[in-house]
């Protein structure tokens, strides 16, 4: 496994998690982006992994429809995985994230 990976996701326009999240102006919830940083670090690690325990995660600036983010991912210490996510240059989360054994 290389030391770093990004993954590119583009928001989609329909996501469901916009129908209650906010009304009049659509707002990606954290833990939707939580649930993609964990997907990409799966498809790094090459598996599956049984749970997920977030040590801190910090949202920075809202996320809307048909952004596209860039996750990248950094080997950190005790096999944790450091996350950031981007739109462009704007910084909208970081965290990190370790596998459950």
Do not use: Y
């Not at 290389?2 to 102006?25: K, L, N, S």
């Not at 990409?40 to 690690?45: I, N, P, Q």
């Amino acid at each position: 496994m290389t030391e770093h990976q990004a993954f590119t996701w583009q928001v989609p326009v329909d996501h469901p998690a916009f129908a209650g999240h906010f009304p009049g102006r659509p707002i990606v919830p954290g833990v939707v982006l939580l649930d993609r940083a964990m997907a990409c670090a799966e498809t790094w690690l090459g598996r599956r992994v049984g749970g997920w325990q977030v040590g801190n995660a910090k949202f920075l600036s809202p996320v809307g429809p048909g952004e596209t983010l860039v996750f990248t991912l950094n080997r950190a210490a005790n096999a944790s995985i450091a996350f950031s996510v981007r739109a462009g240059e704007r910084l909208v989360a970081s965290g990190n994230l370790t596998p459950s054994p």
